[in-house]
């Protein structure tokens, strides 16, 4: 006997696996070069995922996918848990990799004597207007009636990210160094929680380096909330704005 083997297992997998390296990816690279570097691995990995799950990668996604009605929120539900579930194995795997160091320190206790929403306006209009467009973007070149078919969905999507990533690097609510952009919950909390996985891998005392991690997550935590709000709202407006402006698509 044959054993049946469910649909939403392989969407599921693929959303978990794609999302672990994106998310690792966004941890690791920083420079000026990101955008490029992260873009480079957002589109080999659209490419291998689209004919699969319909690579979302993004609670963002998932969410404008339902509102669109391109998905079930069931489906959804299950696709944001995994991508979750990724995140934060992403999260422990590059905070081995980066560990703890002194600079570490030096660089959390400055940060937290500094006001936590300090320049939050600009920072959460940039995550807002960000994931505002690379969604749109997805909606209208992977699920529109106008663009089916079409084999650049991928390069136009990885080419938002990086073009956003270069735009407003200077000012979106990135958690480490200096300020990026995430555009994706899970990509923000995956970074947010790095650094306390990073003191398994310290220079020194683990507990401390964890208090002093920990410390500057909950620090930090009105500053995640608040990308995490501008992300979904986001998201959920140019779904909305989308099926308005073509409500044929509904």
């Known amino acids: 006997m044959v054993r049946k083997i469910s649909p939403m297992r392989p969407k599921l997998l693929i959303e978990g696996l794609a999302t672990f390296f994106l998310c690792m990816a966004c ?14 691995l957002l589109l080999a990995l659209i490419y291998m995922g689209g004919p699969v799950s319909q690579a979302h990668y993004n609670p963002a996604v998932t969410l404008a996918f339902c509102v669109r009605r391109r998905q079930a929120w069931s489906a959804g539900a299950a696709y944001v848990a995994v991508q979750m579930v990724a995140a934060l194995a992403a ?11 002194e ?6 206790l ?6 936590v929403l ?3 306006l600009p920072r959460t209009m940039a995550e807002f207007f960000g994931t505002f467009l690379l969604v749109f973007v997805i ?16 390069l136009a999507i990885a080419a938002t990210v990086a073009g956003l990533m270069g735009i407003f690097g200077a000012f979106s609510l990135g958690i480490f160094g200096a300020f990026s952009p995430d555009f994706n919950p899970a ?4 970074r947010a929680v790095t650094g306390c996985f990073g003191a398994l891998n310290a220079e020194g005392s683990g507990w401390l380096a964890f208090q002093q991690e920990f410390a500057f997550l909950a620090h930090s935590t009105p500053r995640i909330l608040l990308a995490l709000i501008a992300q979904g709202l986001g998201a959920f407006l140019a779904a909305w704005t989308f099926l308005a402006v073509f409500p044929e698509e509904r």
């Open 187 to 190: 990509v923000a909390i995956s």
């Open 27 to 40: 941890s690791l690279v920083q420079g000026p070069l990101a955008p490029f570097i992260i873009g480079a």
């Open 103 to 108: 600079e570490n320190s030096e660089h959390i």
């Open 139 to 154: 909606l209208l070149v992977a699920t529109s009636r106008r663009t089916v078919g079409n084999s650049y969905y991928g």
């Open 110 to 115: 400055s940060a937290l004597t500094e006001p």
């Open 118 to 120: 300090e320049g939050w």
């Open 91 to 101: 999260a422990v795997v590059a905070g081995l990799f980066l560990g703890h160091s």
